[in-house]
């Protein structure tokens, strides 16, 4: 199956929409994934910083579920911060019901492109919580069969607070896909090479080189090293 993505921010030449909006403007941008037509509007103004746009791991992970055409039907799913929400909303057009997360101020980004692209009809399946990792994760449960995360290793001042949030939400039986780009400079390569195995089971899934984004598919170590 084709993949289309149309990313206005990556220079391409596609045709691009654009509304505005209060203090800002909202730009739409058009993405096939598994035979569905996402169309993301990303809300450009001065408070919702890196949530602003589709980051090439997102698509990354979107076209990894495509490739290996995971289904999530019936699978209790929670995302860590999904900035426009393109990979919770697959993951529930798969079939999943999606806990979609960020900061509170991301959520209304999120709502809106639940609004566009999920069927009312399928929307009992997709919810919408603020968690700010290291603070909220204790009010979630650890009974998710899924953990997904596209390019939410990219600061490292919030590397503790993460890892700790993904140890609460994860039971032996988690399924944890997170899509990193490559950053030496903020130690991301590290974070994922000697961090993360202190605590889970890591294998990389995916590697895309054109764009330094890898895959990961990790499961939680439940006897401490
Ligand atoms: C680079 S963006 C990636 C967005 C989206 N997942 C994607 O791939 O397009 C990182 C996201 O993580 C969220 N985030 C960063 N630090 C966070 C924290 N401490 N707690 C919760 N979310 C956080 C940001 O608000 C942002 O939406």
């Known amino acids: 199956m084709t993949t289309v993505a149309i990313l206005e921010h990556s220079g391409d030449k596609e045709p691009k929409e654009e509304r505005a909006a209060a203090g800002g403007y909202i730009s739409y941008s058009n993405f096939e994934f598994c035979g569905y037509n996402l169309k993301i509007a990303r809300i450009v103004d001065d408070t919702m910083g890196v949530s602003a746009y589709v980051w090439e791991a997102g698509i990354a992970l979107c076209r990894y579920f495509e490739k290996e055409d995971i289904n999530f039907t019936g699978k209790k799913v929670i995302e860590l911060g999904s900035g426009t929400g393109i990979v919770g909303i697959l993951a529930s057009l798969l079939g999943g019901e999606v806990t979609m997360t960020d900061k509170p101020k991301i959520l209304r980004q999120i709502e809106n492109n639940i609004s566009i692209n999920i069927p009312f009809a399928c929307r009992h399946r997709v919810n919408v919580q603020p968690l700010v990792w290291g603070e909220d994760h204790t009010s979630f449960s650890a009974d998710y069969d899924f953990i997904l995360g596209s390019d939410i290793v990219y600061s490292s001042v919030c590397y503790p607070a993460l890892v700790e949030t993904l140890r609460h939400l994860a039971n032996q039986g988690t399924t ?3 899509s990193s780009e490559i950053r030496p400079r903020n130690r991301s390569p590290a974070f994922h090479k000697e961090v993360l ?21 990790m499961t939680k170590i439940c006897t401490p090293r």
Do not use: G, R
């Not at 294998?203 to 054109?210: G, I, L, S």
């Open 176 to 178: 944890i896909y997170i």
């Open 197 to 217: 195995p202190q605590h889970f089971e890591c294998q990389v899934v995916e590697t895309v080189e054109a764009k330094d984004v890898v895959v990961y598919k």
